[in-house]
């Protein structure tokens, strides 16, 4: 059902489940104002963020099945110096830490040509942040002019999650605790949230060691790195966050095999496009 808002060219949609994923090129003003203008006047390094746009929004469609990409349920805008993707649809938590492990890989290429051609820019490099929640679609405008974009607490967080991997030297990607709990269950039957209740409960060592043992192996299966509890504006409790474990998400490593069936929900055509660019992008080829 679609909400009228107060002005009758607006529409509020209720919220449903989503992730978002926000993406944000490292070292933007800098290289705009020391990159110059070409020929036509245009400033040579919007080339580049173009590039950077492409090339994120190329990994999100990937993360999503061949038969979703022609009508996918996906919101996209921009964020000037980069881009705010948010996945809609029953399977948006597999597409967020899907996409997560591809822009790790995939933006690193990108990055490492805009550097590579321009010695005499300051480096580019980039932070991506990906949480879980719900979003509501807001439209509003007039007969020649529109806005229609989406709003929630889990793309505030994302936000938020994104801006650390700018103090987090190890890690460019972080992964929020609701995405992790969402495929943890989906995946694997149980949450962290779940284990360490009955953790706390435990009234032997014995429980108290099995209960952390399975918390280990669902995380080693997810592929992630638990790094800490962070304290992040807005939310009113430290947020366990994660980032991709380097070491697995490389092609031949079988937890991450397993993993990548479960994230396309095992489409043998959407597995191949995933190894195909992951390997491609692992070997820097």
Avoid: W
């Avoid at 950077?52 to 009508?71: S, V």
């Avoid at 040509?113 to 980039?126: D, K």
């Avoid at 397993?258 to 491609?280: F, G, K, M, N, T």
Wanted: with cysteine; charged share 20%; proline share 5%.
């Amino acid at each position: 059902m679609t909400i009228a808002a107060t002005d009758p060219g607006s529409q509020v949609d209720p919220p449903v489940p989503a992730t978002g994923v926000i993406v944000d090129l490292r070292n933007f003003t800098p290289n705009l104002n020391a990159a110059g203008v070409d020929e036509r006047g245009t400033n040579r390094f919007c080339y580049t963020l173009a590039d950077f746009y492409a090339a994120t929004l190329d990994h999100c469609m990937l993360a999503m099945a061949p038969a979703e990409r022609a009508n996918p349920q996906i919101s996209v805008s921009s964020t000037g110096d980069g881009l705010l993707v948010v996945f809609m649809g029953p399977r948006h938590f597999a597409h967020g830490l899907l996409a997560a492990f591809l822009l790790e890989a995939g933006l690193v290429e990108t990055c490492d040509r805009h550097n590579e051609a321009n010695p005499q820019l300051p480096s580019v490099s980039f932070g991506v942040g990906v949480e879980s929640g719900e979003v509501s679609r807001i439209r509003a405008g007039t007969s020649v002019a529109g806005v229609d974009t989406v709003i929630g607490h889990c793309v505030n967080i994302a936000a938020r999650i994104e801006a650390l991997t700018k103090l987090l030297a190890s890690a460019r990607v972080l992964v929020g605790d609701s995405t992790v709990e969402l495929c943890a269950e989906a995946f694997h039957g149980q949450t962290f949230e779940s284990l360490r209740a009955q953790e706390r409960t435990a009234t032997n060592d014995a429980d108290r060691i099995a209960l952390q043992k399975r918390m280990n192996e669902i995380n080693r299966e997810l592929c992630l790195t638990f790094l800490d509890r962070y304290a992040l504006k807005g939310v009113d409790r430290p947020l366990p966050l994660y980032r991709p474990d380097e070491s697995a998400t490389c092609g031949g490593v079988q937890r991450f095999d397993r993993l990548l069936e479960h994230l396309v929900a095992s489409d043998p055509e959407h597995l191949h496009q995933i190894r195909d660019v992951l390997c491609h992008e692992c070997s820097g080829t």
